[in-house]
C-alpha cells in the first residue's frame, strides 16, 4: 500500500574527547525531549558507546546499561520489561542507522552486532571484520563506528524537539506534517489503517488540507474493489469524484476552522482497504513535503505470520522482484507486532516495511 502526502580490547572514547567535539562542531549541541527535559548530544554519544560493548545489542545485561536519554528517545518505559526494552531498542537504532552514509551504517551495525554485519560475540572480533570488509586495519574501523556513533547520536536528539519552520522546507499548499503515526491491522479483512497526523500552517487562513490513500492498481482485484475512508476527528472529509478511483481516495479535509502560521491541527481517519488475499506485502510513504516525525505500528496475523520482514528507510526505488531484501530486517514480536520510528524523512524517498508472507 502507498500512502500520498498530498500530503587488546578495542574502546571507544566517551565524552569529552576531543574527536567528540569535533564531531560536534566544537560545540556542545542541546535539544529538548517533547516532555520538556533536555538532552545533550554528548550524553546521547556517551550511551550509545555503552551499548557496543560484548555482545552488543544482544547481551544480556543491555538493560542495565541503558540510559536516560536512549530510553527516552526509544519510548522505553521504565517499568518496561527486558524483552521488550531490547526490542524497542533494536527497532529504533535499525531505522536510525538507514539514513546514515553506507560506510557508517555498516560501521554502527558492526558495533551494535545487527545484522548485516557480524554478529561476533565480542567488539574486537565484530571491528577485526569490519576491518576487513572496508579493507582498513582494526583501529581505522574504530574510528568509523566513532564518526558514525556522532551522526547517530546527532539524529536521535534532533528529532526529540520542534524545529521552526524555514525558508529551504517544503510546504505545498502552505502546510507541512509535525507528526505522523500510522497503525496498519492485517488482522482484518479487509485490511485497514488507521493514520493520525498533527499538521502545521505555513501560512495564514488554511481552510484545507488534500489527502490521498492508495493501493496498486496491477492486482487482479475483484470488481466491487473500492478504497474508503472515515475521519474519525478533526474536521470534514471531502471526496473528491475526479481524482478517486476504485483503488485510491483523494479529496480533502476542511478544517473546523482556519489556521494561521505555526498553529497546528490533528486529525485521525481509519482507511478501508482490499481483502487481505489481495493486498500487496508492502506498505510506504513518499512524503511530497516537510515531514518531521513518521511512526509506523504494524498488526500482523500471529495464526499466519510473515517469514521475513524488511525496514525501508528513504529507499529512491522499490524495484520488482519484493523478495529481495532493500533495508535492515526487522523481528516480529509474540503478538505479531512491529514499531518503527521515520524521523524527518526526505521527499521523494520511500519509507516504511516490506514483507514476506
Known amino acids: 500500500m502507498r500512502v500520498g502526502f498530498a500530503t587488546s580490547s578495542i574502546r571507544l572514547p566517551l565524552s569529552g574527547n576531543a574527536n567528540y567535539a569535533a564531531l560536534l562542531g566544537g560545540m556542545s549541541q542541546v535539544a529538548r525531549f517533547r516532555d520538556g527535559a ?17 555482545h552488543g545489542v544482544h547481551a544480556e545485561d543491555l538493560p542495565t546499561r541503558l540510559g536516560e536519554s536512549l530510553r527516552r528517545a526509544c519510548g522505553i518505559d521504565p517499568d518496561e520489561n527486558s524483552a521488550a526494552a531490547r526490542q524497542k531498542l533494536i527497532d529504533h537504532i535499525s531505522a536510525m542507522v538507514e539514513a546514515l552514509p553506507p560506510d557508517l551504517r555498516l560501521a554502527v551495525q558492526s558495533a551494535y552486532a545487527l545484522p548485516p554485519a557480524s554478529q561476533a ?23 568509523r563506528v566513532q564518526a558514525g556513533l556522532g551522526l547517530l547520536a546527532e ?36 485490511v485497514q489503517l488507521m493514520e493520525e497526523r498533527v ?81 500487496r506485502p508492502c506498505y510506504v510513504i513518499s512524503p511530497c513535503r516537510r515531514c518531521d516525525e513518521f511512526e509506523l505500528r504494524i498488526k500482523f496475523d500471529t495464526a499466519a505470520p510473515p517469514r521475513r520482514v524488511w525496514c525501508l528507510s528513504g529507499v529512491p526505488d522499490l524495484g520488482n522482484d519484493r523478495t529481495v531484501p532493500r533495508g535492515s530486517e526487522v523481528r516480529v514480536d509474540s503478538a505479531g507486532e512491529i514499531t518503527l520510528q521515520f524521523p524527518n524523512p526526505r521527499r521523494g524517498l520511500n519509507y516504511g516495511v516490506r514483507w514476506v508472507p
Open 121 to 143: 560475540r565480542f567488539l574486537k572480533d565484530r571491528m577485526a571484520w569490519l576491518g576487513e570488509r572496508i579493507d582498513r586495519d582494526p583501529r581505522t574501523a574504530t574510528r
Open 155 to 190: 539524529r536521535m536528539t534532533r528529532t526529540t524537539t520542534d524545529r521552526p519552520f524555514g525558508a529551504g522546507d517544503h510546504a505545498p499548499d502552505g502546510w507541512y506534517v509535525n507528526r505522523l503515526r500510522a497503525v496498519l491491522r492485517l488482522t482484518t479483512d479487509p
Open 38 to 54: 533536555l538532552v545533550h548530544v554528548e550524553q546521547m554519544i556517551q550511551e550509545l558507546a555503552q551499548l557496543r560493548r560484548g
Open 199 to 279: 499538521i502545521v500552517a505555513a501560512r495564514d487562513a488554511l481552510a484545507e488540507v488534500p489527502v490521498s490513500w492508495s493501493v496498486p492498481g496491477d492486482l487482479d482485484l475483484p470488481g466491487d474493489t473500492r478504497v474508503d475512508a472515515e475521519l474519525i476527528y478533526g474536521g470534514e472529509l471531502v471526496r473528491s469524484s475526479g481524482r478517486s478511483t476504485p483503488t485510491t481516495w483523494a479529496g480533502s479535509i476542511k478544517l473546523p476552522r482556519l489556521l494561521n502560521v505555526g498553529e497546528r491541527h490533528e486529525y485521525h481517519v481509519r482507511i478501508s482497504t482490499v481483502g487481505r488475499r489481495y493486498f
